[in-house]
């Protein structure tokens, strides 16, 4: 375990990405949907927010309940935009969890990504608590000073909350699809068949007759319903793996979000869901991003002739970092 802290990237361009993932999808929320629209009555009851103790009294919505909650609204998109640009990441988690749970515990529609970036943002303090980086897309420091804060507490606390992060998340996918085996139209292979169809839920946009005509064709209609639980169950199984298992988990969920993005929207969904995944397997492609630029030709790699271009580091400079 202690060999496993000290090796553990604590400054991660990979956990980087997936932290801008959720707060511009987060952001999405706020930037195109009106506070009208994310405070309505629900069952009867008036459009007011729940400040529990203690934790939904920790909400922007009710620490400043007198206020405007469109400018409220602002306010975190404001936040999350900070947080979609890197800065500061050791800190920045802070404001990223805050601005989390205001969401996620205030409005009255949430949707289930809204509660995965709470759970996630929350273990990404930890994960970024010994990020020293001004921006979280610098390489990762390797100096004397550096190698002595890899066995400090802090490196202890991000090693656990970046577990934190893989085991949540690979649950989330792996109760998924085995909530999916005991109801008939996803054993039967048939539930993308009637998703697709569904009066306020289906497919819809430019491609909608185009899902309707593909899920109407049996074998279609099995190979994207199994498909999906199958999906899941290894980006569950590859999270908890090592290396390269990891990265292929960023990808399936990558290719899974997108499609069903294409297909059915629920597009802030998606990219939480994504950018979480990556959080949970940043070591694996911290270590295999590099390995693939090698195979890209050498002016993908920004080299000419064998030679880097001025600014460029290179490629196995960039291998040795790990990201």
Known sequence: ???????????????????????LAQASILLFTPASHLFVPVGGAETEVSCTPPVQSLSLYCLAESADRQFLNWVLLALLLIVASGILPRYTTVLHFWASLSIGQSISLPDGGDAV?????FFLVLACANDRRTWHWQ???TGPRDELRKGSVWQGLAWAGWWGVRLQVAYIYLNSALAKLPVGPWSEGSATYYVARMENFGAAGLLDELFRWTTGITIIALLSTWGTILA??????????RGSRQALAALISGALHVLIIVQIGIVSFGFIMVGAVVCAASRGIDTYAPRFTSLLPRRARGT???RAVVGEARPERVGVSGG
Do not use: W, Y
């Open 232 to 241: 899941e169950t290894l980006i569950a199984v590859f999270l908890v793996r």
């Open 139 to 141: 390489r990762s420091r």
């Open 304 to 306: 000419d002739g064998g």
């Open 117 to 121: 970036a709470q759970v996630v943002t």
């Open 1 to 23: 375990m202690e060999r496993s802290v000290r090796r553990f990237p604590a400054e991660s361009r990979a956990l980087g990405a997936g932290r801008t993932t959720i707060a």
